[in-house]
């Protein structure tokens, strides 16, 4: 099953509207969706070096503009929207704490959940929420996120074609690795 999955991720990265996709992943995880970018950028680096900066920049511009969604959930739809997304990624209960101390180290969160497999959707609504300073939020991410997608551009630009054996003879062991993160994101939300 991780195999035809792999492969149809790998035939996706090759489609002729990937770019898009990616674009679309990448705007809607920086708001609420789950499954960060990577799993659909990495291939698609893989199977084109050549696009992989192009690649890397719709990324970025589309997880900042995305975040700047996640942002706006915070700060105008908090109790519709921001509220039921918090509480599905369980980091209600600590809001009211971390929204007291949110702004003075508010610049530092959007960058470590820029970089990291910390779910950065929950730091752009906190943004919103905390009302933290729209430039130093929209700046930061834009960092974070460049630095994130173009490290991993530029390795698998430079290493590409071992790293895709290495990922193809290591499938299994590379996709608990992946679940194990995501989860560990989520459960370090949770329990924050």
Do not use: C
């Not at 705007?27 to 789950?34: L, T």
């Not at 929204?99 to 508010?106: D, K, L, S, T, V």
């Not at 929950?122 to 930061?140: C, D």
């Amino acid at each position: 099953m991780i195999r035809r999955l792999y492969d149809w991720v790998f035939g996706l990265a090759g489609h002729r509207h990937a770019i898009w996709a990616l674009a679309a992943i990448a705007f809607i995880e920086s708001s609420v969706f789950p499954i960060p970018p990577d799993v659909l950028m990495i291939p698609m680096i893989v199977a084109r070096p050549s696009r992989a900066f192009l690649i890397a920049a719709v990324a970025t511009a589309a997880s900042v503009t995305g975040g700047m969604l996640g942002y706006y959930i915070g700060w105008g739809l908090m109790d519709a929207v921001g509220r039921p997304v918090l509480d599905f990624y369980g980091a209600q209960g600590s809001f009211d704490d971390l929204a007291r101390r949110f702004n003075e180290f508010g610049a530092w969160a959007v960058l470590t959940a820029g970089v990291t497999p910390f779910p950065y959707k929950v730091i752009t609504i906190f943004s919103g929420a905390t009302q933290l300073n729209l430039a130093l939020f929209v700046t930061v991410s834009f960092v974070a996120r460049a630095l994130r997608f173009f490290l991993i551009a530029a390795l698998l630009w430079r290493f590409g074609a071992p790293i895709r054996d290495f990922i193809e003879r290591r499938l299994g062991v590379l996709f608990i690795l992946f679940v194990v993160l995501l989860i560990g994101g989520f459960y370090f939300v949770r329990y924050l």
